[in-house]
């Protein structure tokens, strides 16, 4: 029973854009919000890796989650700060259709 609102960040897994814990450290196994079982590598994911399709079950299950990036990584995680999405490769819209 946590009062704490649940993170999540997009990770590539298996060839689509996922949301994962965002608390999970790399090289930690867990699983995406649509519960399919992985391992956080602990490199950076390629940039054609981020163009992979958004996992719509994970998209929707994010919706009630909170966004964080790896330098948002705090015990207090803060509203998103505007503008943040134009300095990063990945992109929050899923694909359309
Ligand atoms: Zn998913």
């Not at 996992?55 to 505007?82: F, K, M, Q």
């Amino acid at each position: 029973m946590t009062a704490a609102r649940h993170t999540f960040r997009w990770w590539p897994v298996d060839g689509g854009r996922h949301a994962i814990p965002g608390e999970l450290q790399p090289g930690q196994p867990g699983e995406t919000l649509c519960h399919r079982p992985f391992t956080r590598s602990c490199g950076e994911p390629s940039k054609l890796e981020w163009l992979w399709p958004t996992c719509l079950a994970c998209y929707d299950r994010a919706r009630g989650r909170t966004h964080v990036s790896r330098a948002d990584l705090g015990p207090e995680p803060g509203p998103h700060p505007a503008g943040d999405l134009s300095s990063r490769s990945g992109s929050w819209t899923p694909a359309p259709g």
